[in-house]
């Protein structure tokens, strides 16, 4: 990586300002937003970015987990299922939009194991 400072960073944070750098772009240089340093494509070269997120899957649903009621995904609230009808819903939350949005609610039927999304 280009630039010395006083903070040691792994290639997600300048090294200059400590700042979280942006996403790598397919070409070109990646240039720090608080201090201006410009770091190569190649200082990234070991990043490996690898997101799953399951969401209805088919395949992860059976007799075993569907009517397991004992082992909600989470905290349980009165909300009805779309598919079923059922009035429990297990909901986690995460941020995924910007800070200065709301999160994102991930609700999960205690009893068919449906999930869907809400922005709040």
Do not use: W
């Not at 690898?50 to 969401?55: L, P, R």
């Not at 397991?68 to 986690?92: F, L, Q, T």
Request: glycine share 6%; hydrophobic share 30%; aromatic share 10%.
């Amino acid at each position: 990586m280009q630039g010395t400072g006083p903070f040691t960073s792994t290639s997600a944070f300048c090294a200059k300002c400590g700042s979280i750098l942006p996403l790598l772009q397919e070409f070109g240089h990646v240039k720090c937003y608080a201090c201006k340093a410009i770091y190569d494509p190649e200082s990234f070269s070991n990043i490996k970015f690898n997101y799953t997120i399951h969401f209805n899957t088919v395949s992860t649903l059976n007799n075993d987990n569907i009517l397991n009621m004992d082992n909600p995904e989470g905290p349980v609230v009165e909300r009805k299922c779309p598919k079923c009808g059922n009035d429990r819903m297990s909901y986690a939350t995460l941020q995924l939009r910007s800070a200065d949005e709301g999160q994102t609610v991930f609700y999960t039927c205690v009893n068919c194991k449906y999930k869907e999304t809400e922005n709040s």
